[in-house]
């Protein structure tokens, strides 16, 4: 309390020196004073967060130009009329003691309306209020794909530079291109098949007819910045709500499975697995597993760094035997991979860490245990044993029926390894792989929602852990993906959440955002990094909800 009592008469101290050292002949106030700044108007019983229309004000000419755009809702192709500005909400911008007569709340602008504004001083000037309906002049390519390869474009909008990474040729393609609204390219690359082999250009003019911007389309191999992810390079690339795929069966869906193109999404109630590609979200196809098929044989579903993917029954719902099936690719049919008998809980959850062609660890966690999970080595593609260790962590009150454990080194059983929960504590938790010890802590998510999936990878240089949080009650919509930063050792700084950044992940894509409850707590979360090294796609998805997928990248602008 001292200490604000001192603070507080410091800055009297302050304020009152500056007092004595100027005069009021040396304050002089730089900002215009107008009177009026500006005029809005809205629609009444819109709630849209684009109704709101801003003016530009004629001083000279005493003219207040209210500016609609020429297609309300901006992205529709409605075309707006005059006679829909009948009667228009408005508000007045004031100077202090500054009046407006007569008294603005509505205006049938369709009609020429005039106010008087009287100054502080008692002037008055009088303004004409129009209305100018004004087609856009935004000229901008947001999005540049080339479908076949599922190419992105990396687009500079600054230099007006797109780059097509790829180091094989990719010849005469037709493209999947978004641009500002109303506007038009030309050529358009999604009629007109262009050789990317050689720079091309377009140009997107305007819906005004005359603002004009020229980009240049290039293949090229940028250059990488030092390490880890280009500040704001996440992109959601696409998201999708399950339904929209094929997904109708409710509380089923518990996880995906990344491979190199496709996205693979594991449904407990269906014979097929559905797989999405990657870059697109567009369904490709189905993965045939009907002879797993089953609401607890085919549990969960994940994928290690080759292609392969591993289905897993849950035990002890489904028997006494806990059994993983093999697939490679999308084409292959499941094969028996491991079998062994056990008695404890476990099945709800697998991550692979490495390559089954090569070296991985599988680990699965024991539920209702305090920190307890298996794990089988992989050597030179060989399965060690169809019996696992028994791992036990150390510094846990344990984990509920919700948990994952992902290992950071697939050829190494005593590298560090990470494990989301909900239990005690409820956060993402670093463990030292070799004394089974907590490293570090994340930060504790509320108890009101369930952590239970992680993944790992190293991207340009840097690890990441990418974890979620999952809401399966009918109120709230604290659905989140958090991605961790660990190039420090440490999981104490505020991980990335998507939410804040705009692109709208985090509370928009769970189940209560389609009205629907996930009343088992359960999502998925995985990371994977382009061939070229140049991508980190980051894959999430909410049972009831949605999937979707945000794009980061490490390229050099």
């Known amino acids: ?40 108007a809205s629609f009444p019983d819109d709630d849209r967060d684009e109704n709101s229309f801003k003016s530009e004000i004629d001083y000279v000419n005493r003219v207040i130009k209210v500016v609609f755009p020429y297609n309300y809702p901006r992205l529709s192709d409605n075309v707006l009329q005059t006679s829909a500005l009948k009667k228009m909400r408005v508000i007045a911008d004031l100077d202090n003691n500054v009046y407006v007569s007569p008294s603005l709340l509505y205006l049938d602008m369709t009609k020429e309306n005039y106010i008087t504004v009287r100054d502080q001083t008692g002037a008055k000037n009088e303004y004409k209020i129009v209305p100018e309906i004004r087609k856009s002049n935004e000229c901008a390519i947001t999005k540049y794909l080339i479908p076949s390869l599922s190419l992105l474009g990396v687009i500079n909008e600054n230099a007006k530079v797109i780059s097509l990474i790829s180091v094989e040729s990719i010849g005469e393609e037709l493209a999947d291109v978004t641009i500002s609204h109303g506007a038009t390219i030309s050529p358009d690359p999604t009629k007109v098949a262009l050789n990317y082999d050689q720079e091309q250009k377009v140009t997107i003019t305007a819906q005004d007819g005359t603002s004009k911007a020229v980009y240049t389309i290039k293949k090229e191999i940028p250059e990488k910045i030092a390490s880890g992810l280009r500040a704001n390079s996440a992109k959601l690339l696409w998201v999708k709500k399950l339904t929209d795929v094929g997904i109708t069966s409710n509380d089923l869906t518990t996880g995906i499975a990344a491979i190199n193109n496709y996205v693979v999404i594991n449904d407990r109630a269906n014979s097929n697995a559905v797989y999405l590609d990657g870059r697109t979200g567009a369904n490709m196809g189905n993965i045939n597993i009907s002879s797993i098929a089953g609401s607890l044989t085919n549990f969960y579903a994940t994928a290690d760094d080759e292609d392969n993917i591993l289905f897993c029954n849950l035990i002890p719902n489904a028997g006494a035997t806990f059994t993983v099936w093999r697939v490679k690719g999308v084409n292959d049919t499941p094969k028996k991979y491991i079998e062994f008998n056990v008695t404890s809980a476990i099945g709800r959850k697998l991550s692979i860490q490495g390559s089954l062609d090569g070296n991985a660890i599988i680990t699965a966690p024991y539920y209702n245990t305090a920190g307890q999970f298996a794990r089988w080595q992989v050597v030179n593609g060989v399965l060690k044993s169809q019996t696992p260790e028994l791992v036990v962590t150390q510094g846990l009150g344990g984990w509920g029926t919700n948990a994952d454990v992902i290992y950071s080194n697939g050829a190494d059983p005593t590298s560090d390894y990470f494990a989301a929960f909900y239990s005690t504590p409820r956060n993402v938790c670093w463990f030292d792989g070799k004394t089974h010890t907590i490293k570090a802590n994340g930060p504790e998510i509320s108890g009101n929602w369930i952590q239970n999936a992680i993944d790992y990878t190293v991207f340009n240089k840097v690890p990441y852990a990418l974890s979620n949080s999952v809401n399966s009650f009918t109120w709230g919509t604290d659905d989140s993906i958090y991605l961790f930063d660990l190039s420090g050792n440490s999981l104490t700084n505020q991980p990335v959440k998507f939410g804040s950044d705009g692109l709208g992940v985090n509370g928009n894509y769970g189940a209560k955002a389609l009205g629907k409850q996930n009343a088992n707590g359960t999502g998925d979360v995985a990371l994977k990094v382009s061939s070229d090294g140049y991508y980190l796609y980051i894959y999430f998805m909410f049972t009831n909800g949605y999937i979707g997928c945000v794009q980061c990248d490490c390229i050099d602008m």
Do not use: Q, R
């Open 1 to 40: 309390m001292k200490t604000k009592i001192l603070s507080i008469i410091s800055i009297i101290t302050f304020l009152a020196g500056m007092s004595a050292c100027h005069s009021p002949e040396d304050f002089n106030p730089t900002i215009e004073k107008n009177g009026i700044n500006n005029l809005t």
